[in-house]
């Protein structure tokens, strides 16, 4: 030990020997070394996990609120048409929702959220940004139910507002398409003509578009054309309405209905058609 001590002649006996115990060494020190290594796979694999489940609710709620944005954005472009429209309208007017459409396929009629409460009268015109949608057919305290113009049984006076013809326009069932009765085959009505309210009957005001015309065919063999037109507002798209508070509205409540046996004349003038 002394000699080893002072000259240092088995540093090579203990260098041969910790060589050949290093494995020794290594398999003493591996179960601790595994377990060390799973105890931290584990809680990363924990963190990740509960990383992951974060992530993903942020990123729904993010959606989600990207989505409400998107329906905001949308509903106040539409505010803001309805607006727009609100200012060009003369008569005082009043901003309604609806709230509930009917079902049934032979009627097209929807509630809004205005009745007497509001002053909502019947025959009071319902209107959209874009043009005439219907009028109230019958009063609630706090809503009112409304038949679009569409209905089959809903008949409107209107006038072509390039020559200014006056005729009727009925609703056929279908939400975009209207027809025109009665129309002479010689008549001055060409497709993309603007149909606007007449202001005959006292219900709707003069000058409020209601469609276009889409279709004329006319048949020598018969005495009259077949002319169809799209309404100008969007029936089955609008959630705000403007109900229309005019001079010219009657609140008779007499029962409107559309009869394919009477004349054009005769629309325009029978007080107790529905769209006068």
Known sequence: MTVDHRYQHLETVRTVLATALSPLQSLVNLPVEISDWAGETFASRQRLLAENAELHAWRLQQQASLQRQAAL?????????????SQLVPEEVTVAELVAVDVDPYRHQVVVNKGLRDGVHLEQPLLAAEGVMGQILHLGVFSSTAILITDPSHALPVQVNRTGMRTVARGTGTANRLVLPHIPNDADI???????????????????????????????????????????????????VLLVKSQLNVTAGAPIVADDTESAAGALSAPGEKGQ
């Open 73 to 85: 954005l949308e509903e106040n472009a539409r505010l803001r048409r309805l607006l727009g429209a």
């Open 190 to 240: 060409q497709v993309g003509d603007l149909l606007v309210t007449s202001g005959l009957g006292g219900r709707f005001p003069r000058g409020y578009p209601v469609g276009v015309i889409t279709l004329v065919e006319r048949d020598p063999g018969r005495p009259f054309a077949t002319v169809t037109a799209t309404p100008s507002a969007q029936l089955d798209r609008s959630f705000e």
